[in-house]
């Protein structure tokens, strides 16, 4: 049934890539739009960012190393998609919300706190308990990109992945999802909520931007190495990169203009989960990965702006706009030294 509607995408000649393009962000977008009403039945806060929003923003990477999987493509170009996705996440697209709005995921101390004459030695009640459970919340995805990056770096370390690397990627994410799953359910007991009525039509609708964003991936993927453009052609996994990491910029500006910091943060986190290991995990059941020149240069930043954004998690419950700018230069960096010139 999309073969018509896909002729006649084609029929438009060279506005074919960008209809495309349109039709990956439109269903990118919807998707997102759906986030919505599932934030109101029982996904709220961190766990909306780490359990839902994940697959929704990443559902294109899964695709493009199903795809890449599926027509024997290269695997470096997988991971160099996945690493694109995971440094933007966690250096530009957090960077720029913490220098225009700031990051602030527990409230500022009242004076009546700060001189303990607060509830029973300066202790705040409700809100502040919420924020506190969203930053260990937080804390503990934190943690997991650590461990995700370092399981992948340790097996990459010979310089490719194979079919073994992936059942122990796989495995990992699969046992991370149950125990957010887990603290959906625990949840929802505690506040007598339900899933609501409404989420089998968010799944329908899921699914059909899912097929969308296959349909339209599926299609780039065989145009680009003829498209005649010497730099989209020799730069997929790059460009892949940057294209898939929209709808999880246009989340941390929509989430940050609205004051709710600890779903921009949770939300690009959670997505690196999806990429790393699962993206690597899926290509490698088909085909051994090779890693792309700038592996380890790009691991490395992605292991020490996770480990700064713990640090000031943990110490300050906030990241300050100086370290904006700091995740602003490591991505520079990132570009300079990892971009072929």
């Known amino acids: 049934m999309a073969d018509p509607f896909i002729h006649w995408i084609e029929a438009k000649g060279v506005w074919a890539p960008w209809l495309f393009v349109a039709l990956f962000i439109v269903a990118s977008f919807t998707m997102l739009w759906r986030l919505e009403a599932l934030s109101d039945q029982g996904f709220e806060g961190t766990v909306l960012g780490t359990l839902v929003m994940p697959y929704c923003s990443g559902m294109g990477n899964l695709i493009y190393a199903f795809v890449l999987a599926r027509t024997g493509g290269s695997g470096a170009d997988v991971m160099t998609n996945n690493l694109v996705n995971n440094v933007t996440d966690m250096t530009l697209v957090l960077g720029l919300p913490t220098i225009i709005w700031g990051i602030k995921l527990l409230p500022a101390k009242s004076a009546a706190t700060k001189n303990g004459k607060g509830n029973k030695g300066g202790k705040a009640k409700g809100g502040t308990d919420t924020h506190e459970l969203n930053r260990l919340t937080l804390l503990m995805t934190l943690v997991a990109v650590l461990f995700f990056t370092g399981a992948v770096w340790a097996l990459g370390r010979k310089g490719s992945l194979d079919e073994n690397d992936s059942l122990v990627l796989i495995g990992l994410f699969l046992f991370w999802q149950c125990f957010h799953v887990i603290e959906v359910l625990k949840s929802n007991v505690r506040q007598n909520k339900s899933l609501g009525w409404l989420w089998p039509f968010d799944l329908v609708v899921l699914a059909v931007c899912s097929y969308a964003i296959y349909v339209s991936i599926d299609w780039l993927v065989a145009w680009v190495p003829n498209c005649g453009v ?62 792309p020149s700038f592996y380890h240069m790009g691991m490395w930043i992605l292991f020490s702006s996770t480990l700064l954004h713990v640090f000031f998690v943990i110490f300050f419950g906030r990241l300050p706009k100086l370290f904006g700018v700091a995740l602003l230069a490591a991505y520079l960096f990132f570009l300079w030294n990892g971009l072929p010139r």
């Open 230 to 291: 010497k730099f989209v052609a020799n730069h997929p996994g790059w460009l892949s990169g940057w294209l898939m990491v929209l709808p999880n910029a246009v989340m941390a500006f929509y989430y940050g203009a609205r004051g709710q910091p600890e779903t921009v943060y949770a939300s690009q986190v959670g997505d690196c989960h999806v990429s790393i290991p699962l993206c690597l995990g899926i290509y490698t059941l088909f085909h051994p990965m090779t890693m």
